[in-house]
């Protein structure tokens, strides 16, 4: 499946008959199947290549330089989770064996008034590290508002209608990889297993490498989900099915393993900005997407308190600490 192209720059700089069209379509393809691919975004690719180059020179480290680095706790999704520490599907009920990745987490440096955000952000060493990652979290913090600009739009809203809920978002941006796979994997064993993202929307910038993103359809069917060069696949999240009361999909996804006779050479790279609301903001249903005896599927839920249960309910539980 080509996932369908949003020009999002037709949108911001359109007449206003251009921008009525994105938003319907946006509209079309998040009811459909919550992923959208977005190009005209205005990231620069070197932002985006320097980011990529450095998270992959830190992955090739030595499991005990990056282990430096772990996290401080399993709500707190910041530094390095190391290989095989989660499980996705575990978030859906799934038992299975732990997800075939590890990843490096920041969240924002200071808040709205420009002071500094706790818990830190953990650092490597590495001259120009912090520089790339923090130059790609500004330009995802950017991105993020013009798609929730969008997504206003797309719902018949003010264009400001969500701007109250991000004063002080925590979003994570996350490098995750897929090293090789020389041993098979265990049955049942994926690089991520099927499982819904939690906040808001993701912007994921994958690279091509084998073993990749699917998507289930409505028909339950398991596709592979390809974007269009230079682009950011934008998918739905819960808060916002949340939001739409389900006119809004946040669509089952997964990455799976390559093939066998392509175990070596198969390492993956995403980028990924995990856009949430406030901790303290509160999700409930939009009055224009309540049903016809003006209920909801959903009760309203503290951001910050869904997002921390969602965040533990996939660790992998330490023998060691058992």
């Not at 996804?253 to 198969?266: E, F, I, K, L």
Request: proline share 9%.
């Amino acid at each position: 499946m080509s996932i369908p192209v949003i020009h999002l720059s037709r949108f911001l700089n359109g007449t206003p008959s251009e921008r009525q069209a994105i938003a319907r379509e946006t509209d079309r393809v998040c009811r459909d199947i919550g992923f959208l691919s977005v190009v005209g975004h205005g990231v620069p690719d070197a932002v985006t290549s320097s980011i990529y180059d450095r998270a992959k020179a830190f992955f090739r480290l030595p499991a005990a330089e990056k282990q430096r680095l772990a996290q401080p706790g399993p709500d707190i999704v910041l530094g390095y989770i190391g290989f095989a520490k989660g499980a996705l599907a575990t978030t859906r009920g799934e038992a299975t064996p732990p997800d075939l990745k590890e990843s490096f987490n920041i969240g924002p440096e200071t808040d709205a008034r420009g002071l500094p955000r706790g818990p830190a952000n953990l650092w490597p060493e590495e001259p120009g590290f912090r520089a790339a990652w923090l130059a790609y979290y500004t330009e995802m913090d950017r991105l993020s508002r013009d798609m929730m600009h969008l997504f206003a739009a797309a719902l018949c809203l003010g264009a400001d209608h969500f701007d109250r809920s991000y004063a002080r978002h925590p979003s994570v941006l996350s490098a995750i990889y897929y090293p090789d796979q020389p041993e098979p994997p265990a049955a049942g064993q994926l690089r991520a297993g099927a499982h819904t993202d939690f906040g808001t929307m993701t912007i994921l910038r994958p690279d091509d490498a084998p073993g990749g993103l699917q998507v289930m359809t409505k028909e339950g069917e398991w596709i592979p989900a390809r974007a269009t060069p230079n682009s950011f696949i934008i998918n739905i999240g819960d808060m916002m099915a949340r939001w739409t009361n389900d006119r809004w999909v946040s669509t089952l996804h997964r990455v799976v393993n390559p093939p066998r006779d392509m175990a070596r050479g198969t390492e993956r790279l995403s980028i990924g900005f995990f856009h949430q609301p406030d901790d303290d903001a509160i999700v409930e249903c939009l009055p224009s997407c309540r049903g016809a005896n003006g209920g909801s599927s959903y009760p309203p839920v503290r951001v910050g308190h869904y997002m921390s249960e969602r965040f533990i309910s996939q660790v992998v539980p330490d023998p060691a600490k058992a």
